[in-house]
């Protein structure tokens, strides 16, 4: 099956520092990526859209300049938490489109960022 | 815009029985997929089962099935001989079809199986 690798699954940084989360699909050809953040015991909400090859979409609210988001090949999308602080603590998950429609989404494993 | 309510952030069943999850959903499209996500501890994303909005006859994966009622814009899962397993969160989540379309979560139900 369509199976989305995530890096790291765990990452503790320092508050000021940046960190880069990668999600890369092994066996397709992921066009749209979809990062989510995930705070404990709620649903999942939607950060941004990321097409290969252009800008990512981003939901009202999100910071565009904090989480930094690239879709450089079809295979690797990337979101960079910049000048992290406390409050990013969280839990962040990808995931790609699959083809057919009625196939849904494949989520990668998830990372559990921790600043400190 | 489309919105998926949950109305059980928890429930519990006891091993082998049979459990239901409900899930209700607003929007004004006609085509759209439904789907059933479960979330165990492990945090990891699993698809449970999906229907077509097109089709009337309920889909069913093994020991899960759903209650598919367009008309109400309902989508109830059913777990029937529930397993420890099965202890996770589950999701309900509804997307257009033909679009680079996102998915749209509910709040989840926190499901636990016990002996």
């Known amino acids: 099956g369509a199976v989305v690798s995530q890096h790291p699954s765990r990452v503790i940084c320092k508050s000021g520092t940046s960190v880069k989360i990668e999600c890369r699909s092994l066996?397709?050809?992921?066009?749209?990526m979809f990062w989510y953040r995930q705070f404990p015991k709620q649903s999942l909400m939607l950060m941004a859209t990321s097409n290969e090859g252009s800008k990512a979409t981003y939901e009202q609210g999100v910071e565009k300049d904090k989480f930094l988001i690239n879709h450089a090949s079809l295979t690797l999308s990337t979101l960079t938490v910049t000048s992290a602080h406390p409050e990013d603590s969280s839990f962040y998950i990808c995931?790609?489109?699959?083809?057919?429609?009625?196939?849904?989404?494949?989520f990668g494993s998830g990372t559990r960022l921790t600043v400190v | 815009a489309q919105t998926v309510t949950q109305s059980q952030p928890e429930m519990s069943v006891q091993e082998a029985e049979t459990v239901t999850l409900s899930c209700t959903y607003d929007?004004?499209?006609?085509?759209?997929?439904l789907f059933w996500y479960k979330q165990p501890p492990s945090r990891q994303m699993i698809l449970v089962i999906r229907q077509e909005a097109y089709k009337q006859q309920n889909a069913t994966e093994n020991r899960f099935s759903v209650n598919f009622q367009k008309a109400a814009k309902s989508f109830s899962l059913k777990i029937s001989d529930s397993q420890l397993g099965d202890t996770a969160m589950y999701f309900c989540?509804?997307?257009?079809?033909?679009?680079?379309?996102?998915?749209?979560f509910g709040t989840g139900t926190r499901l636990q199986v016990t002996l």
């Open positions: 066996d397709f050809q992921a066009t749209t």
């Open positions: 929007t004004s499209e006609n085509n759209y997929y």
């Open positions: 995931s790609a489109r699959l083809l057919p429609d009625s196939y849904g989404y494949t």
């Open positions: 989540a509804f997307m257009v079809t033909g679009t680079a379309s996102k998915l749209t």
